[in-house]
T-cell receptor, first 113, second 110 residues
Framework: NAGVTQTPKFRVLKTGQSMTLLCAQDMNHEYMYWYRQDPGMGLRLIHYSVGEGTTAKGEVPDGYNVSRLKKQNFLLGLESAAPSQTSVYFC????????????FGNGTRLTVT | GQSLEQPSEVTAVEGAIVQINCTYQTSGFYGLSWYQQHDGGAPTFLSYNALDGLEETGRFSSFLSRSDSYGYLLLQELQMKDSASYFCAVRRSGNTPLVFGKGTRLSVIA
């Protein structure tokens, strides 16, 4: 039981390049989330999904897109990376909303030069 | 919107007790959660309070007062391994996502 797995762990991009961050969970959770974490800013929600085929915007969605084609996978895309997107990205999942705790992946450290 | 306030840093002595406060403003409230994150690691769930009062889990306790929009995390018998960042988080309703505070960095010293 791997929990939540994120790939890659590290990535360096040049401004304007694109990439996709992958998140997979094996707990059959309905809800999945993408957060970014910057020093002193806590965890800020980018996008989330309440079930297969659904997505919704969070606090800081600009510059990102997501897809949830399969229940176990939640993809985060950067179409044209900018230095402001340098951050640590965490994927999380939860069984449902309500009081279901979030289970986090180990994060992807992205640097955009 | 939602906003959460918690101290940015707290330092405490090994073996002591420390309290990390969290005040929140939110339109709608569906519980206060706490998460722990060690440097370089992922956040992990600690506790959840939906109703007023104290919830205890081993050395950790969490308190909620909905009328005061306030909660705290209490860590007893501090150990060096408790040095980490602690985040409070709230949901506006049952099917909306968690919004996190900026975190409190706890340093436990000998």
């Amino acid at each position: 039981n791997a929990g939540v797995t994120q790939t890659p762990k590290f990535r360096v991009l040049k401004t304007g390049q694109s990439m996709t961050l992958l998140c997979a969970q094996d707990m059959n959770h309905e809800y999945m989330y993408w957060y970014r974490q910057d020093p002193g800013m806590g965890l800020r929600l980018i996008h989330y999904s309440v079930g297969e085929g659904t997505t919704a915007k969070g606090e800081v969605p600009d510059g990102y897109n997501v897809s949830r084609l399969k229940k176990q996978n939640f993809l985060l895309g950067l179409e044209s990376a900018a230095p402001s997107q340098t951050s640590v990205y965490f994927c999380a999942s939860s069984e449902q909303g309500g009081n279901s705790p979030l289970h986090f992946g180990n994060g992807t450290r992205l640097t955009v030069t | 919107g939602q906003s959460l306030e918690q101290p940015s840093e707290v330092t405490a002595v090994e073996g002591a007790i420390v309290q990390i406060n969290c005040t929140y403003q939110t339109s709608g409230f569906y519980g206060l959660s706490w998460y722990q994150q060690h440097d370089g690691g992922a956040p992990t769930f600690l506790s959840y309070n939906a109703l007023d009062g104290l919830e205890e889990t081993g050395r950790f306790s969490s308190f909620l007062s909905r009328s005061d929009s306030y909660g705290y995390l209490l860590l007893q018998e501090l150990q060096m391994k408790d040095s980490a960042s602690y985040f409070c988080a709230v949901r506006r309703s049952g099917n909306t996502p968690l919004v996190f505070g900026k975190g409190t960095r706890l340093s436990v010293i000998a």
